[in-house]
């Protein structure tokens, strides 16, 4: 019941982002630990923690939805309203994507929003899914990914959609599109993604393997651009938006446009096609059944 208007009260602020200020601590501002001005207040939602720094015009996002950072319907649209907020505010240039839960930066979509559920219901959330993509992509903002835990799947559409990836050096911190080994298919505007990133014959072989690259190996293969030590990947995520943010913003923002349109326009006149595809087959008995079985196996591989 409880989640069934959470769920309808999502759905609303995606179609009325601004219903969701009220009512909830979005918006509101508060100050930041140790912070004093109005460059360390700090704003945001229940599953997205914003810090804002108005004299550098960064702000740091941390996604807040423990334990795993799944990508639910809430967290899909507070990560668009907040995203939105920034670029409406003229102050910010930049934006550092990570995690505030330990070990993880986004273990991907959030199952249970697809498992058993009806079509309507996987329609809206991949409406929700294709919305966060499109406005990641192409951002205005420049968008560095501080990646400081593990990242398949669905988190590895976010980190990709970024214009930076800094992964922290640990070899449990995995990062790629694992869709095939839970027995689905990655849509063809994340498949363009992956090509745009890592080549076709990489993406070839990484797709359909449903590889998930240690740190050394998505260094190798193009998917992130720079691994450090944890402690680091904070530091070095601002160094990394220093030298996005030294480049004018107008040339930079029409060449990330030139460079991205094309793909985001392709699921754009698509979009009502590709919702259709992904419910038909994710509603599909065979379907629902492997993914029932993948998320029994997460909740049994623990302890
Ligand atoms: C024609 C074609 C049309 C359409 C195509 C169809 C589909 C399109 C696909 C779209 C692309 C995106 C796909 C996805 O994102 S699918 C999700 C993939 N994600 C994963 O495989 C990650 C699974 N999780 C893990 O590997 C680990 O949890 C992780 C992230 C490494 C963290 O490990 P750890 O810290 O040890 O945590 P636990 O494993 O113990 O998990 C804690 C808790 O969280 C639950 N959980 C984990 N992941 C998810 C998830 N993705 N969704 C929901 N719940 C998740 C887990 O079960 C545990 O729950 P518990 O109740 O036991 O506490």
């Given at each position: 019941m409880a989640l069934a208007s959470g769920v309808r009260f999502a759905a609303r602020a995606l179609l009325r982002p601004w219903a969701l200020l009220r009512g909830t601590t979005l918006g509101r501002t508060e100050?930041?630990?140790?912070?004093?001005?109005?460059?360390?207040?700090?704003?945001?939602?229940q599953r997205v923690l914003v810090e804002p720094d108005a004299a550098s015009g960064v702000a740091v996002m941390k996604l807040r939805n423990p334990p795993v950072n799944a990508l639910s319907l809430e967290l899909l649209t507070e990560l668009v309203i907040s995203l939105e907020k920034l670029e409406n505010d003229k102050t910010f240039r930049g934006v550092i994507l990570t995690s505030d839960c330990p070990r993880v930066f986004c273990a991907g979509l959030d199952l249970t929003e697809i498992c058993g559920r009806n079509p309507a219901h996987c329609a809206e959330y991949w409406k929700a899914m294709q919305e966060l993509w499109l406005?990641?992509?192409?951002?205005?903002?420049?968008?560095?990914a501080a990646i400081n835990g593990a990242c398949p799947a669905g988190g590895c559409i976010i980190a990709l959609s970024c214009d930076c990836r800094v992964l922290a050096d640990n070899?449990?911190?995995?990062?790629?599109?694992n869709e095939?080994?839970?027995?689905?298919?990655?849509?063809?505007?994340?498949?363009?993604?992956?090509?745009?990133?890592?080549?076709?014959?990489a993406s070839e072989q990484a797709l359909q393997?449903?590889?998930?690259?240690?740190?050394?190996?998505?260094?190798?293969?193009?998917?992130?651009?720079?691994?450090?030590?944890?402690?680091?990947?904070?530091?070095?995520?601002?160094s990394e938006m220093a030298r996005w943010l030294a480049v004018p913003d107008h040339a930079r923002q029409l060449t990330k446009n030139m460079m991205r349109k094309a793909t985001a326009d392709r699921l754009l006149r698509q979009r009502d096609a590709d919702t259709q595809n992904f419910v038909s087959f994710v509603c599909r008995d065979s379907i629902q059944k492997s993914l029932q079985a993948y998320l029994e196996k997460l909740r049994q591989r623990k302890g």
């Open positions: 100050p930041a630990a140790g912070g004093g001005g109005d460059g360390a207040r700090r704003f945001g939602s406005r990641t992509y192409l951002s205005s903002l420049v968008l560095v070899p449990k911190y995995r990062i790629g599109l095939t080994l839970l027995g689905i298919i990655a849509p063809f505007w994340l498949k363009d993604t992956y090509v745009n990133t890592i080549g076709h014959r393997l449903g590889s998930l690259f240690p740190p050394a190996e998505a260094l190798q293969v193009g998917l992130v651009d720079q691994v450090v030590p944890e402690d680091q990947v904070q530091s070095t995520a601002l």
